[in-house]
Structures are given as structure tokens and as C-alpha cells.
């Protein structure tokens, strides 16, 4: 709970209480993604924290500067005078503004945390973490979450979007400013079992949900009462409010919302393998946001001029309409455009290798194929997006992530989600030692997973461990190279040939004859794939194989 909403509503009280009016000292760095305020006549400091899998801000009573190994930032900061520290009203977002009204912005947005300078115009003149496509923007341009209210009913919409979700889910959705824990704890004070579909509550049992939704909220905006729930001498969970699902565990109450926050950092800190494991899964999910939203614009861009469809008809009915005039051999042709009934004369290329008659007929196949490519690109916008969804999602429940527990619990409930981005889990809820699964990933048509591996032991390893019955196997044929699968529980509908063809041209680009016109590939069901005792890494024998033939190429991204 260090980031969410509530915890920051009042972490924002706090720093203002203690720091407005005081002048800045420095600001500093001397750890990775941590950025510290210090001030002048105070030893207190107020410590901000961006990296991915470790967001925070609070106050310390005392801080010591390294010597050595820290930098000095947002220089124009030093020497000013706070005016107000406050929080957005929907949103984890604290502004720190300063007497000349210019202001620091710390975004707490998991993975895309940062902390922006803000001049009197709104313009985003300096960064703690660079990013150049954010500075000298206008903050207004900046995406802000809207977070609706607490609904005071579920109207049928509500239920038709998020009916077949398990109800801890679907809350998730309703009430995006709770977050897991407080999510967890709304449903331990009502009574409900998370599990069950949202659908399948009954309407009292509803009305008790949101009743209990709007009085927790009532009393996260109540003055604090910071604690640290531990289990032994392992804290558990940091709370601004006393959780009943944890009323088994021993607490310690603090007096400040600060104070609270440093001792429980203090101990979870030492959970490194927890931390790095988080890592290292929003580091896959970061990348496939990135690349998805790269597709998109990509896409779109490709939209505007894609369809030549009309273009290519025009062509073709024009072409028909005067086959007499026009001879084999002619590079173009001149017509009226009866078409749309203007008295312009378009010129038509021509193909001096075929017939009139050929040409026009070409023209009316270029039509169907781009009208064929304009649904495929319409129909992997869609999917996309979709997958750009589900793994937002999954990045913004990972920002509750503290303890070993949350990690297992976080991977048991998306288990699913995790496989299609290439992420393996065990069913206890704890990731595999290979759970980043060292191959090259792609993407193919109907939003199927493409793997391909990279060396003789690690094609051993994909074709041996990573490669269920059913899925589709891919290998150039007679010549050294990847071993390749596709993945057919990964996307939407039935492997298409398309598909298929994308899959067998990554083995062929893969292999010893990429530089060739056409590859022949093998392809059969991962289980007629074998790997006979004693052969060398990277050598399996095959059953009931087809030959491909496709040339190497890689999918678009």
C-alpha cells in the first residue's frame, strides 16, 4: 500500500505540514531511482523513489550525503522556497510547488515513474529520469487517469463488462483506487469469496459490497493510523488503516505515515530475490507494451494509405471498357473515368508482359488483395489492443507488490496472462527458474506466440520442455538453424495459413539459407517431435512432416 492512492493522500498532508515554507538545500541522487530533498535549518528530508518495481515518498528525520558517488539535480530548485505540497484529486500525482509557482511533479506510475520540473506555463522544462520525448511538453498533454467515484450501483453495463470475472477482478476494475489489498480487505468485511464470477452475486449481497466500498473509503480519507503487520520478525503488509484479513498477524502502530513507511522499507528491502524477480517480469511486460504500442501507431499510420482497393477496381473496369484500344506491349493506358463520372483522363499503368485483358484482370486481384489486407490489419489493431489492455493491467496490479507472498499470489491469479507473454509459472503460484524464457519472441497473425531458440542446447530446451502436443513445429530443412514453435493456445480462433507461413519463414530466416529465395521447412505437431538419447544438442528426429517452402523473413512488428 506505500503507492496507493490513499497512502499518498496523506503522505501528502504530512510533507506539507512539515515542509511548506522551508527552503530548499539540495536535490540529489546518489542511489539508483532515488531522488532526495534536503533542506536548509532542518536535518529532515523527504526521499522519492522511481524505479519500476520500487515507487515511493516519504520523509526522513535525518539523512546523510554521501561524499562520493551522488549528483546534484534540478540545480534551478535549490535555494527556493516551498509554497504547498498537495496531491491530485484522482490520481498519484504530488505536486510540489514552489514560491515562484513553478513546481515538481512527482508521478508515481509504477514502471513509469518520474519526477518533472514544471515552469508558470505548464511546460515540462526538466527530468529526473530523461526521457526526451516528455521535455518541453505541455503537462496538459499528459494522459491523467480519471478514477471514477464508488458507484452507488452496479448498472447492468457494469455487470455485461466484467460479469465473468471472479469478483476480486472485477472489483479491481469498479474500484481502481483501492488496489489489491484494500480489495482483499472490502471482501474479507463483507463476507465474499473473490473467486466467484461478479454475475453470480446476488443483489443484497451487492448492495452490502458497495455500502462497505463507500464506508472504507470514508475512513482511507480519515485522519491515518500507520501500522506494520508482521509475521515473527518478517513484516507482512504496511497499512495507513487496521485490515481485518489480517488480524492474525501482530502489528506495530507509528505515529506518522512516514515513519511507518521507512521501517517497513527498511525490512523488505532485504528481499531482494522477491525485488528482482518483479523486475525482471515488468521488464517482459514493459517490452511487450512497448512493442505493441509501436505496432499500433504503425498501423494506423499504414491505414491512411493501405487501401488502394477502389483505386485498383477503377483501374480494372476502366481497362475493360476499351480492350480493343489498347495492344500487348503498351506501358499505359489512357481512359475517361466513367467511373466516377468526371471527364478526366486517368492513366493506367500497364504490364507490357500481359494482354489487355490480363492486366485488367491483375487490377481486380490487386483490388480483392488490398480489400483482404485492410480486414487482416483491421482485425490485428483490434487484438492488439486487447493484448495492450491485459498487459497495462498486469503492470498496474504488479505495483502492489511488496513480499514473497504478494509475488506467488500475483502469478497464481494471472498465470494465464503471464504464458502469453512468454512468462512460465508453476501451479503453486511461483515462477519457474525459467520463467523469462530465454528465446526470441514474435508475434504472428491472430495474435499467436512465435518461439524460436538460439544455440543447440537452447532449441534442446524449447523443443523438449516448451513445446505441448499440439502446438506447431518448425525446422529448415537439411541445413542448420532454430528450432521454432508455434504456440496454438496463445491466440484467438484456429492457426491460420498466414500464420503458419510466418512461423516457417522465421525458421527459414533462422537457418543457414536466409540468404535463399525459398526455404524448405518442416513442420509437424510438437508431439511427433523426438530427441533420441545420446544425440548431439539441438538434434531431434520427426513424424508425419510437411514441407514448406517460404522465403526468410521475420513478422512485422
Not at 551522488?70 to 491530485?88: A, C, D, R
Not at 498466414?498 to 537457418?511: D, G, K
Not at 525459398?518 to 512432416?545: I, S
Amino acid at each position: 500500500m506505500i503507492t496507493n492512492y490513499y497512502t499518498l493522500f496523506h503522505i501528502a498532508v504530512e510533507l506539507n505540514q512539515e515542509f511548506s515554507g522551508r527552503i530548499v538545500d539540495e536535490v540529489f541522487t546518489q542511489y539508483r531511482g532515488e531522488l532526495i530533498l534536503s533542506f536548509r535549518e532542518t536535518p529532515a528530508v523527504i526521499l522519492v523513489g522511481c524505479e519500476p518495481a520500487n515507487n515511493y515518498i516519504y520523509a526522513r528525520k535525518t539523512f546523510a550525503r554521501a561524499h562520493r558517488n551522488s549528483t546534484n539535480l534540478f540545480s534551478e530548485v535549490h535555494g527556493m522556497m516551498i509554497e504547498k505540497i498537495s496531491i491530485h484529486p484522482t490520481d498519484r500525482q504530488i505536486y510540489v510547488r514552489l514560491k515562484d509557482e513553478r513546481e515538481l511533479i512527482v508521478q508515481l506510475f509504477g514502471s513509469k515513474a518520474n519526477i518533472l520540473f514544471v515552469d508558470t506555463n505548464g511546460m515540462v522544462t526538466d527530468l529526473f529520469l530523461k526521457k526526451s520525448d516528455l521535455k518541453n511538453t505541455k503537462l496538459e498533454l499528459f494522459s491523467q487517469i480519471q478514477h471514477p467515484d464508488i458507484p452507488e450501483s452496479l448498472h447492468n453495463s457494469i455487470v455485461a463488462t466484467y460479469g465473468g470475472q471472479p469478483l476480486a477482478t472485477a472489483l479491481k476494475r469498479i474500484f481502481p483506487l483501492f488496489g489489491t489489498v484494500l480489495i482483499r480487505e472490502l471482501l474479507t468485511r463483507v463476507g465474499l469469496n473473490g473467486e466467484q464470477p461478479l454475475a453470480d452475486v446476488l443483489e443484497n449481497e451487492i448492495d452490502r459490497l458497495l455500502n462497505s466500498a463507500q464506508r472504507l473509503k470514508e475512513e482511507l480519507l480519515s485522519p491515518p493510523s500507520p501500522r506494520v503487520y508482521s509475521n515473527g520478525t518478517s513484516p507482512v503488509r504496511f497499512s495507513i488503516i487496521p485490515l481485518q484479513h489480517l488480524n492474525e498477524f501482530e502489528f506495530q502502530k507509528y505515529e506518522s505515515v512516514s515513519e511507518a513507511i521507512y521501517t517497513f522499507r527498511a525490512h523488505v528491502h532485504h528481499e531482494k530475490t522477491i525485488l528482482h524477480e518483479k523486475v525482471e517480469i515488468m521488464k517482459v511486460l514493459e517490452r511487450e507494451r512497448d512493442h505493441t504500442e509501436r505496432t499500433l501507431q504503425k498501423i494506423a499510420a499504414e491505414a491512411e494509405t493501405s487501401s488502394r482497393a477502389a483505386l485498383y477496381e477503377k483501374f480494372g473496369k476502366l481497362l475493360i471498357a476499351q480492350l480493343h484500344l489498347i495492344k500487348k506491349g503498351d506501358t499505359t493506358a489512357l481512359a475517361e473515368d466513367f467511373v466516377d463520372r468526371s471527364d478526366e483522363l486517368i492513366e493506367v499503368p500497364l504490364d507490357p508482359h500481359l494482354t489487355p485483358a490480363k492486366n485488367a484482370e491483375r487490377y481486380f486481384e490487386k483490388a480483392g488483395k488490398s480489400r483482404h489486407a485492410v480486414e487482416e490489419q483491421r482485425q490485428r489493431a483490434a487484438e492488439l489492443t486487447e493484448r495492450q489492455k491485459s498487459v497495462s493491467q498486469l503492470l498496474t496490479r504488479m505495483e502492489d507488490i511488496i513480499t514473497a507472498d504478494d509475488l506467488h499470489r500475483f502469478v497464481e491469479e494471472n498465470r494465464k496472462e503471464l504464458l502469453k507473454f512468454g512468462l512460465k509459472t508453476k501451479k503453486s503460484g511461483q515462477l519457474k527458474k525459467e520463467e523469462l524464457l530465454p528465446f526470441r519472441l514474435f508475434t504472428v497473425a491472430g495474435g499467436f506466440q512465435v518461439w524460436a531458440g538460439k544455440s543447440g542446447e537452447n532449441n534442446d530446451l524449447l523443443s523438449t520442455r516448451h513445446t505441448a502436443k499440439n502446438d506447431l513445429w518448425f525446422h529448415a530443412r537439411g541445413v542448420g538453424g532454430s528450432h521454432v514453435v508455434l504456440k496454438v493456445g496463445t491466440g484467438k480462433g484456429e492457426v491460420s495459413k498466414q500464420a503458419i507461413e510466418q512461423a516457417a519463414a522465421i525458421a527459414a530466416y533462422y537457418s543457414k539459407m536466409k540468404n535463399s529465395k525459398l526455404v524448405p521447412v518442416a513442420m509437424c505437431e510438437g508431439k511427433y517431435v523426438r530427441k533420441p538419447k545420446g544425440v548431439p544438442a539441438g538434434t531431434v528426429t520427426l513424424e508425419r512432416e510437411k514441407t514448406l517452402f517460404v522465403e526468410p523473413a521475420l513478422p512485422q512488428p
